[in-house]
């Protein structure tokens, strides 16, 4: 199995992101709220903001904000959906590590501790901490490399142009 500088770089970052997801879907689960309760009206901020008006080109005012309301749901949905897919594949890699790989997972990737703050922590060296770190790498090579890690890294970079494609019309929109 032959991994890419690019594809270990992918792995290392989404261990290294998954203290973050909860905090994330609980962003998502607020904005999907304030969408759902968002009114009709010409500048609703909560529409404008994540979404605007893309792909309304034609209709009324309220067709456009109709429109904007379901792109922004749909949008939310669809990031919710990837970040926890992300969890539950960062989860399948820690029930795959014995109890020494889950600590230095815990404190290197969860904690954010440097590795002499783990070493110290937990009576090691910086051979074996880098041996241990390893070992979980390739481990989550292991179960992330079922053919999707690719299309994950394709998927990251679809949604990051998505975004910046958002941007764009919302910045259109503010100039007319």
């Known amino acids: 199995m032959i991994t890419s500088e690019k594809e270990i770089k992918f792995i290392e970052n989404l261990l290294k992101e998954y203290k973050n997801m909860d905090k994330k879907l609980g962003v ?21 903001s994540d979404i605007a008006y893309y792909g309304c080109d034609s209709g009324s005012p309220v067709e456009k904000f109709v429109i904007a309301k379901e792109n922004a749901i749909e949008d939310i949905e669809r990031r919710k959906k990837l970040i926890e897919n992300e969890k539950k594949k960062v989860e399948l890699v820690y029930e795959c590590l014995n109890s020494e790989e889950k600590s230095v997972f815990k404190y290197y990737y969860c904690d954010d501790l440097t590795y002499k703050e783990v070493c110290n922590r937990m009576n090691i060296d910086k051979a074996n901490f880098i041996s241990i770190k390893d070992k979980i790498l390739i481990k989550a090579i292991e ?11 394709n998927s ?8 910046d494609e ?3 019309a919302e910045n259109d929109i503010i100039d007319i």
């Open 156 to 163: 990251r970079k679809m949604e990051k142009e998505r975004i």
């Open 166 to 168: 958002i941007i764009k």
């Open 143 to 153: 179960v992330l490399s079922t053919g999707s890690l690719e299309n994950a890294i």
């Open 28 to 48: 998502l689960d607020l904005d999907m709220t304030e969408v759902l309760n968002c009114g009709y009206s010409v500048k609703s901020p909560c529409i404008n």
